[in-house]
């Protein structure tokens, strides 16, 4: 969501939000009009020759899982095949939970560092506490190279109601502590924060949209109505999208009755319109909506929608332009395939989807990347649009699809205080380390302040950048004269994080929209007067 580095990270950028992409993959309405068959075709009658008469003993179900995964990547570059041994974990991000302990944890120095305790989990039940670091697991050590987060997840995680061993070191007691934690249900929280960020502007940040993402946005709504809301922020950058009801639902509370949402259609598709019931809560609030290069599928539903509806604002940069809807089919290995069968049109009628090559993922990939080397994230003047149809909002604007949601104000991405010194910073993991290492040592004093505000002008009083500087040096990135004009982010990402350590996300998210440009547009647009 918020600064992401160019060029030092722009290829993991696309490649996250492309996966991130596929794995969110939009969820069709309730009634499906396809059912699976299967018969004889060339392609069972070679892996059945294979498997009988090839001169060696080949295990064909891995070979089949090559050949169906080759011959979907010949499709769009959404459509994808899901093998049996990853369909648990590309599921639960989206099914609002998975079993496990409930820590949120780093490694540190070969060792897992517990960052944070899910209140109410397994985990602060039986005791364990920030800071303490897992050294055993049902009494074999759990430290070295070898550890890595794949790892402790598969070893944490597990059938609810089964019982793990911890050895815990905890830096107040000399001796290892063990702890028997019963597995449970854990939430995957879709909606980060809640919070009025002035008097009469409530802020929502939503990170996807997932089976349990409507009800927590209606917790939210109903948390700022307590507040007094009467004007609203919906942040949706970096949201790669997830199931397409729960947009549905939740542009619902701010249409009126019969307004069209959404439409979708597709070869062996029906049109299916969706409208809004008029039963929405905040029809009447005035709304801006955030989204940027990494806002995909849901979240273009949910901006398309309120845009073509002249309903509120679109302020950021063009979005990721996923207009295809997939549909998960299950096969009896217990692997899926999630198929591209329709596209979503908004409601003025234009398919956002950006175009692509079937079978040429690589180039699809790589439009981000041709995005910001065009210059595209600090110029509106330099974004390539197909204007060669024009749509029109229900006001009569005109709008345009091809490629994404643009937003009706644009934002350039803010580079102030980035440099290379910086961003070796960042490659080090320097700042989030040093804020876990000053957590540590302070965390008795920081954890007497109970508003982010306080803490934050606390720490800024600590002049902790010298001490930020010397950090970096120690692990391997050489003081530099460019840190004069990084300070100021420097100062403000770290504080960041030692408030995070103290306050969680309610103390993390308005520091960082505190400094951040796009949220101060929204919050003077929905300051101006008349509608």
Known sequence: MKKILFPTFIALAIIVGIL?????AAKILKVCPFTQQTGN???????????????DTIDIDSLTDIAVTTLVSQLDPHSSYIPAKDLAAVNEQLEGSFSGIGVQFNIQNDTIFIVDVISGGPSEKAGILPDDRIISVNDSNFVGKTINNEKVMKTLRGIKGTTVKLGIARRT?????????????IPIKSVDVAYMITPQIGYILVNKFAANTYQEFLNALAQLKQANVSKLIVDLRGNSGGYMDAAINMINEFLPKDALIVYIEGKSYPKTPSYANGTGSFQGIKLAV??????????????GAIQDNDRGTIIGRRSFGKGLVQQQFAFKDQSALRLTIARYHTPSGRCIQKPYTRGDSEDYEEDIWKRFMHGEFFSQDSIRQNDTI??????????????GIMPDIFVARDTTGITPYFNQLVNKNCMYKFALNYTEKHREQLSTYKDWKALEQYLLNQNLFPQIIAFGV?????????????HDLITQQVNAYIIRNILHDDGFFPLLNKYDKTV????????KTGK
Not at 41 to 55: F, G, T
Not at 391 to 400: A, D, N, S
Request: charged content about 25%; proline content about 2%; aromatic content about 12%.
């Open 474 to 486: 120690q692990q391997g990135v050489k003081d530099s004269p460019q840190k004069i004009k990084s």
């Open 390 to 403: 024009a749509y029109k909002t229900l006001g009569g604007r005109p709008v345009f699809g091809g490629g």
């Open 20 to 24: 991130i992409g596929n794995f969110y």
């Open 290 to 303: 955030l989204i940027d290069e990494f806002s995909g599928s849901a979240s273009e539903i949910f901006a």
């Open 173 to 185: 007691t000399a001796e290892t502590l063990y702890f028997d934690i019963i597995r449970d249900d």
């Open 41 to 55: 075709n060339k392609l069972s009658e070679l892996l059945y020759l294979i498997d009988q008469a090839y001169v």
């Open 520 to 527: 101060k547009k929204a919050i003077e647009e929905l300051n």
